[in-house]
C-alpha cells in the first residue's frame, strides 16, 4: 500500500467534477487521513472538451468508461454514471473483476444487484464502497456497517429522498395542491422533469433497500419493498394530520419482525416534535433502533454535488488506508436470505379519511364496516355540516392488521353514500 | 493480522462487564466484520469475585492493571478506569510504548494529554481510540475523522452532558428551580453524589475539547476553553427562553473565526424547533458545519452501559481490521498548535435579565449603559408593574463584543435601582 491510490473516475458531471476539486483542494489533509496520496490518473466521460475548472494535464482520457477497469494505472474506479445494466454495471463487475477497488453512487445497481457484486469484490479482494448511494452528506452506511454494530439493530426508518420531502413540507406551509408544487419544484430545479422516480417512492426503495441489507445482514430484496409514492397526498390530508398532531412525510422504513423482515416505501405519519418529523425542506434524515445502544438519528442533506462528493471522498479515503470490510457488513456468502413478513402479517394503526356524503346513517355504515373487519377508532375528527354535500369523516385506528383495513375500505367505498376513494395512511412511531 | 484479536481489559464496572457480554453475544457477527475473531484473554478490576455473568474460565486475571501492558498474549489494552493521572494514564503509555493498541473511553486523559498519547501511538505503530469517549451512542468521532473529511470543519456544537440536559428540560417542563430538580435527578441516578464535573460544564469541556481537535485538526487545549456552568440557569430565563422562541441548552461550540479558534461551553439559547432544541431528557447530539457537504446532525444516548460499550466495541473491530488512521485525523506531529481566539474577540448576541426596582428612569439608565458599550436591543419584554418593587427587564441584543457587555452589565449592576446580579446568556446558531 505504498505508494498514491491511482484513481479512475468515470462520470464528470457535478458530483465527477466535485470529486476531482475536492481531492485537488484538499490533497494534504485527504493523504495525511489516508496514508498516501490519492490522484486521479484516468477519467471518462461523455464530453472531454467541456470546461469544469480541472486540469487535465496529468490525467489520461478514456472515450470508452470500460477501459478504465482495464487500465495498469488505476487501483480504484469511482462510477457515476448511473442506472442499474448496462454501463454501469459492466464497468463495476469488470473493475472488481480485475480487482480494483469500487466507489460508487449507483443505489439502483446495488439495491438490483448488491450480493453478486458483494461476492464479485470479495473474491477478487477489492473494496465496494459507497457511502455516497444513501444520503451523501450523513454517513450512514459507515455508520451500520461499522459503528452501530454492538447491539444489533431492530428497525431503520428514513426520509431519504429530499424532492419527496421538500414538496411535503411546501404542501404543508402553502396548502397547495401536490400538483402545483410539484410544478414549481421543477421549475426551481428541485425535482426532475420526469420526477416518477422521486415521487413514485423508487429512489427511497433503493436506497431502503440498502439499508435494509446493511441493516439486518440479509441479501438486497428490491422486490420485497412493499412502495406507495405521494402523488395522492393532499393538503387535506397533511391539516388533518396537524390537528391530530402529526407530520406526514415519505418514509423507507425496515423493521425486523418475528415471521421476517418488513420493507415500507410509504406516505406516513410520524408524531409531531420529533426528530423525523422535524426534518424541513430537502433534507435527508434516518433514525435507528439500536437495541441497549438506544434509539439514534442522523440528519444531513441528502443530493447534490458537496454531499456526494463528499461521501465518495470518505471511501476513496478508506480504499487507500485499505481500511475496508465486506460490502453488506458481513461476507456475501454468509447474507442471510430476505425472508419477507407475509403481507397478511402487515400491521399498524392508520389514518383514514372518508369524503362522504352528509346523510343519516353514514357514520353507521362506515363504523360497521370497520367493526366487520376488528379495525377499532382511536379518535375522529368531523366537522362542519353540509347536508346532502361531501364532508370528511377523518379517523386514527388502533392497530390493525393492513389487509382487514383495505378490505374495509374496498367494503365502504362500495356504499353510495361516499364519494370519491378513501384515503389510508400509516401511522409510523419516530 | 491472522489470529484472534487478543484483549485486555482494564477496569470491570457497569461498561467494562457490558464489553464484555457483548464480544460473547455478537462473537459471530463481529468477527465477520473484523475479518477475525476478538478475545478478551485478560482483565484487571478492583474485585475479581463480584458476580457479572462473565465467564473468567479462560481469562488471566491481574491485580495490578499496569500488567496488562506487559502482557505477551494481549495485542489490545481496552481502558474503562477514568482519571486524568495515575493508573489510567501510566497503563495507557505503557501500553502504548510495548506496541499495544489502546481503546479507551476516558475524556479527561485525552483533553489533557492527546496528543502526546497521539504521538506515542503513532510511534508505536499502535492505534489509539475513543468513539466511548464523546457520546458512546453517536459515531461523531469516527464521523470526523473519517466521514466529514472532504470540505472541512467551520463549526461543531454539541449537547454532551445528558445530566445537565435532563435537568434542563425537567427545569423547563416543572418550572422548579435548578437545586430542587438537581436533588430530583441525584435521587434518580441521573446524576452523581457530587455533581460538579457535570453541571459545572467539565465534562462537557473535555468532549468539546476532543471534538475541537477532531474537526480542527488542532491540538487538543482544554486549557483554552471559556466554561460556565448551569448551576445559576433559573426557571424564569427558561420561560422568558420561550417566550422569545428559544429554548435553553448547555452548548459546547467551537468555531474557527479569522482569530483562531473559539472554544465555549456555556448555557445558551438555541432558536427553538431546530434539531439541537428539540433534544429532549437525557439525550446527547452533535450538529456540524460541514462547507458544501452540508450542516448534519447526530442524536443519540451519550452514555451508560450500552452506548458506551457498543463504541468500545466498534472501536475493538477496527482494531481487528487493522483499520485505523492517525488519532485525530493527521499525524500527531502535523496536529496545529491552538491558537486561541483572543477574548477581546469574542461577538454574539445576549439575552439579559435585569432584577429592577419599577421607578421611573430604570430603563433609561441601563439602556444608557447599554448604548455606551455600542450594545444595541433587538427586542424586549417587561411585564406586570409593581411600583416600587423588583420588576424582571428581559432584552435580547443585537451581535455584541463579550466584554463591552460584561462591562455595561458591571456598570448597570452599580445601580441602586438593580436588586441582583444582571444575567447574560449567549444565542447560538442552531
Chains 1, 2 share one sequence.
Not at 419527496?164 to 404543508?172: A, H, K, S, V, Y
Request: proline share 4%.
Amino acid at each position: 500500500m505504498s505508494g498514491e491510490l491511482r484513481v479512475g473516475l468515470a462520470g464528470l458531471g457535478t458530483v465527477g467534477a466535485g470529486v476531482a476539486q475536492v481531492l485537488s483542494d484538499h490533497a494534504r489533509s485527504l493523504s495525511w487521513r489516508a496514508g498516501r496520496a490519492i490522484a486521479i490518473t484516468a477519467i471518462s466521460a461523455r464530453d472531454k472538451t467541456k470546461e469544469r475548472g480541472i486540469d487535465f494535464a496529468r490525467i489520461s482520457f478514456e472515450k470508452d468508461a470500460l477501459a478504465l477497469a482495464e487500465r495498469k494505472d488505476v487501483d480504484a474506479v469511482v462510477e457515476l454514471i448511473g442506472g442499474e445494466e448496462g454501463i454501469a454495471r459492466a464497468l463495476v463487475e469488470q473493475s472488481l473483476r480485475a480487482g480494483k477497488h469500487v466507489v460508487t453512487a449507483n443505489k439502483a445497481l446495488l439495491a438490483r444487484h448488491g450480493a453478486g457484486l458483494a461476492e464479485l469484490a470479495e473474491r477478487h479482494g477489492a473494496a465496494l464502497k459507497f457511502e455516497a448511494a444513501i444520503c451523501g452528506g450523513i454517513p450512514i452506511v459507515k455508520a451500520l456497517r461499522e459503528s452501530l454494530i454492538g447491539y444489533g439493530i431492530s428497525a431503520v426508518r428514513g426520509i431519504l429522498n429530499g424532492t419527496c420531502n421538500f414538496i411535503l413540507t411546501q404542501m404543508e406551509a402553502t396548502r397547495r395542491s401536490f400538483a402545483e408544487v410539484l410544478a414549481e419544484a421543477q421549475r426551481l430545479g428541485y425535482a426532475e422533469a420526469d420526477p416518477t422516480l422521486d415521487i413514485g417512492g423508487g429512489d427511497t426503495a433503493h436506497k431502503l433497500t440498502l439499508l435494509t441489507s446493511l441493516a439486518f445482514g440479509t441479501v438486497p430484496d428490491l422486490e420485497g419493498v412493499a412502495m406507495t409514492g405521494i402523488d395522492k397526498v393532499t393538503p387535506a390530508d397533511i391539516a388533518f394530520a396537524g390537528e391530530f398532531g402529526y407530520r406526514l412525510k415519505l418514509l423507507g422504513v425496515a423493521r425486523r419482525t418475528a415471521n421476517g423482515i418488513e420493507q415500507l416505501v410509504h406516505p406516513a405519519m410520524v408524531r409531531a416534535r420529533t426528530p423525523l418529523a422535524d426534518v424541513e425542506s430537502s433534507f435527508n434524515a434516518v433514525s435507528a433502533d439500536a437495541g441497549e445502544a438506544g434509539p439514534f438519528f442522523f440528519q444531513g442533506r441528502g443530493a447534490g454535488r458537496g454531499p456526494t462528493a463528499s461521501a465518495v471522498v470518505a471511501d476513496l479515503v478508506d480504499v487507500a488506508r485499505g481500511a475496508f470490510g465486506p460490502a453488506f457488513g458481513r461476507p456475501a456468502t454468509e447474507l442471510a436470505p430476505a425472508r419477507r413478513e407475509p403481507p397478511d402479517a402487515r400491521k399498524s394503526a392508520y389514518y383514514l379519511r372518508f369524503q362522504a356524503l352528509d346523510v343519516p346513517g353514514v357514520m353507521a355504515e362506515i363504523s360497521r364496516h370497520l367493526a366487520n373487519e376488528l379495525v377499532s377508532i382511536e379518535s375522529m375528527i368531523q366537522r362542519g355540516r353540509a347536508p346532502g354535500e361531501a364532508v370528511a369523516i377523518v379517523m386514527i385506528t388502533h392497530e390493525a392488521q393492513h389487509v382487514a383495513v383495505v378490505r374495509a375500505l374496498k367494503a365502504i367505498a362500495a356504499s353510495d353514500k361516499i364519494v370519491e376513494a378513501p384515503c389510508m395512511i400509516a401511522m409510523e412511531a419516530a
